[in-house]
């Protein structure tokens, strides 16, 4: 699995080597655009809006872009660089304070041969608490907040979206007062029950993956 990031995690007066490994894969789509005369694969070239010419890497900056359209040219360089290399635990909460929808992306998080026993602590410990280290670092050049809990025998970090990238759902229907009879959620509650069961994700294939993959060797 490859190393997404390598540095320390600190938790408390405890300081321990660990690397990221991404916890999931999805896959990466082979479908693409191509010439149907001789399968050529579509090639997109980045042209400038305004003058309309080919641009090479160096004729390429970075811009922001206003409310009012305007573009504003900007150096990331002169942005304030996140601490490199350091997980820092800012806080414990407990893990259901957690929203599922902030969760961003999962990876896991691997300790060096000489931190085995203080990441076991740590594991241990949220597991016990059934908390989670709520923890910031820099990831890609950027400040990162995220979330480590364990699960699986392992600590999964979550990196979290920031609050103001969380919309929050405005949806008419809220603000009806909508009745629901005891008889109707009666008959829900025993759908439900009928129907629960452990969750296997197995149980569940990927068909979509697998019939392109059959149609592909088909076509072959």
């Excluded at 990331?76 to 820092?88: F, H, M, Q, S």
């Excluded at 820099?138 to 990162?144: E, P, Q, S, V």
């Excluded at 969750?199 to 392109?212: G, R, S, V």
Aim: glycine share 6%; charged share 25%; hydrophobic share 40%.
């Amino acid at each position: 699995m490859r190393t997404v990031w390598r540095g320390a995690l600190r938790f408390g007066m405890t300081t321990m080597t660990v690397r990221l490994v991404s916890a999931a894969t999805e896959h990466r789509s082979r479908v693409h655009l191509v010439h149907r005369e001789d399968s050529g694969r579509v090639r997109h070239q980045q042209v400038c809006g305004e003058c309309s010419l080919r641009l090479t890497p160096e004729d390429i900056g970075r811009g922001y872009e206003l409310d009012d359209g305007r573009i504003v040219q900007i150096d990331p360089g002169d942005l304030p660089a996140p601490e490199d290399g350091v997980i820092d635990v800012q806080q414990f909460a407990p893990q259901v304070d957690l929203d599922p929808v902030a969760l961003h992306r999962p990876y896991y998080v691997e300790p060096d041969d000489l931190s085995v026993r203080s990441y076991v602590l740590l594991r241990e410990t949220l597991e016990r608490t059934k908390t989670a280290a709520i923890v910031k670092f820099g990831l890609r050049g950027k400040d990162t907040l995220a979330a480590l809990r364990p699960q699986h025998g392992v600590i999964v970090l979550h990196t979290l979206l920031w609050p103001d990238e969380v919309r929050e759902p405005h949806f008419a229907f809220l603000h009806r007062d909508t009745e629901v009879r005891t008889g109707e959620l009666a008959a829900a509650a025993a759908l439900v029950r009928a129907q629960t069961r452990p969750f296997k994700p197995h149980d569940y294939p990927n068909t979509h993956q697998e019939a392109l993959l059959h149609l592909v060797e088909a076509n072959v």
